[in-house]
T-cell receptor
Framework: AQSVTQLGSHVSVSEGALVLLRCNYS??????LFWYVQYPNQGLQLLLK??????LVKGINGFEAEFKKSETSFHLTKPSAHMSDAAEYFC??????????FGTGTRLQVFP | EAGVVQSPRYKIIEKKQPVAFWCNPI?????LYWYLQNLGQGPELLIR????????DSQLPKDRFSAERLKGVDSTLKIQPAELGDSAVYLC???????????FGPGTRLTVL
């Protein structure tokens, strides 16, 4: 069975600091992995996805994530946080089905 | 290109009343999904359509929930009767086909009093 664990329901950083949001997955087959962002009262927007090939994936708004099979991880990073990055972030896995399994989310706060 | 459209955005009803949500997917997208998002949680799939066919409704509480996707385009999700525990955000998403990127609508926030 597939599952996603997001470590840390809340992460706080200062503006300009590194953002690191953690995601570990469980899958019996090679997974497709996703990061979505959700701003207040809005739907989910795709930040980036990994399917096959290069394990370092670049997304929108300066975010990137690295697929590490040996660690079953897909952590999301951004070198320098902006105030506009404050939102809820969801990691998701899809293992050759059409069902996205989401983590419980990480709320990112950015302080000036 | 227009995104996934949902209406209403907000709905407040009393328990035991019926309620319906509407979704218009991105043009040309064959696969449509309804998700339930409880407060502080990630979305959970309720039902998935491939064109007009519901191909995965295993998580849909069929005693009170129903859905349809006539003509393989728009979809309606209905709850009858609503219970207090149904208060949540109902998200619709669409993709060109299974395993493609899913694009989400803004959701309908339901409050049951």
């Amino acid at each position: 069975a597939q599952s996603v664990t997001q470590l840390g329901s809340h992460v706080s950083v200062s503006e300009g600091a590194l953002v690191l949001l953690r995601c570990n997955y469980s899958s019996s087959v090679p997974p497709y992995l996703f990061w979505y962002v959700q701003y207040p009262n809005q739907g989910l927007q795709l930040l980036l996805k990994y399917t096959t090939g290069a394990t370092l994936v670049k997304g929108i708004n300066g975010f990137e994530a690295e697929f590490k099979k040996s660690e079953t991880s897909f952590h999301l990073t951004k070198p320098s946080a902006h105030m506009s990055d404050a939102a809820e972030y969801f990691c998701a896995v899809n293992s050759n089905t059409d069902k996205l399994i989401f983590g419980t989310g990480t709320r990112l706060q950015v302080f000036p | 290109e227009a995104g996934v459209v949902q209406s209403p955005r907000y709905k407040i009803i009393e328990k035991k009343q019926p309620v319906a949500f509407w979704c218009n997917p991105i043009s040309g997208h064959n696969t449509l999904y309804w998700y339930l998002q409880n407060l502080g949680q990630g979305p959970e799939l309720l039902i998935r359509y491939e064109n007009e066919e519901a191909v995965d409704d295993s998580q849909l509480p069929k005693d009170r929930f129903s859905a349809e996707r006539l003509k393989g385009v728009d979809s309606t999700l209905k709850i009858q009767p609503a219970e207090l525990g149904d208060s949540a955000v109902y998200l619709c998403a669409s993709s060109l086909r299974g395993l493609d990127t899913q694009y989400f609508g803004p959701g309908t926030r339901l409050t049951v009093l």
